[in-house]
């Protein structure tokens, strides 16, 4: 697999409608939106906008209605603080004048910092029951796990963990393909595994896996999410970039 900085890059520029040369220059960038192949697609990809803060830059794709605006208010804005309430006011209401909303506002986490159990299960008797795309099938008409398999069809489930203590189900990781050198993961924990330090365990089998395939994981996660956001830290993921994008109303 590439160096992590330059996959990351690469998938922002396709994303973007950009360079990864841009990405990575440090300067705001604002873009017409095109539809590249082998984009992030989301239940938003008719955005309007899509909004992505990396650092102290911004990288702004959007139909030509939005992107004057875009570049007038977030030229001199500060991405570190662009999704509190305020900012995010001012995008939904402009965005409602061409019957948009904002869709979504997360932000995302890649590999790079410390494991919590290294690995190691956090409690005796854990087994681990790994999941091929093809074994998923038989969650999609009956999911428990909707955090951790999705089946949505423009970025399919393509590998998941469960973790089980004889026959009770602890919980769930699951990754999906949302581009080709970027799997998404996900993560549900049961009744039964609560306060056990599954979560953490399950994404930290998963990550491992999804390098070893020669893929890079991320996990996104709101801002509010504060139990999601400890997996994700404990699990050796650290925080990469936040993104907004909008939808149409209805």
Known sequence: MKDQKEVFADQ????????????????????????????????????????????????????????????????????????????????????????????????????GGVERFDGKCPTEGISLKWYEEKDLEVFRNDNPFPEALSFIRECPDVIAVAAQKGETVLGMAGASRDCGKMWQIGINVTDAGRGMGIGTYLVTHLKREILNRGILPFYGTAESHIKSQKVAVQSGFLPAWAEVYSMKIG
């Open 12 to 111: 922002l520029a396709l994303d973007y409608s950009c360079t990864a040369e841009q990405v990575k220059s440090g300067q705001h960038i604002f873009t017409r939106k095109e539809y590249r192949q082998g984009r992030r697609i989301f239940r938003g990809d008719d955005a309007l906008v899509r909004i992505a803060c990396v650092g102290d830059t911004f990288l702004v794709t959007a139909e030509e209605e939005m992107l004057d605006w875009c570049k007038e208010h977030l030229a001199k804005a500060s991405p570190y603080w662009f999704l509190m309430y305020p900012h995010m006011y001012e995008l939904d209401q402009k965005l409602r004048e061409f019957g948009h909303q904002i869709g979504s506002a997360h932000h995302f986490y890649l590999p």
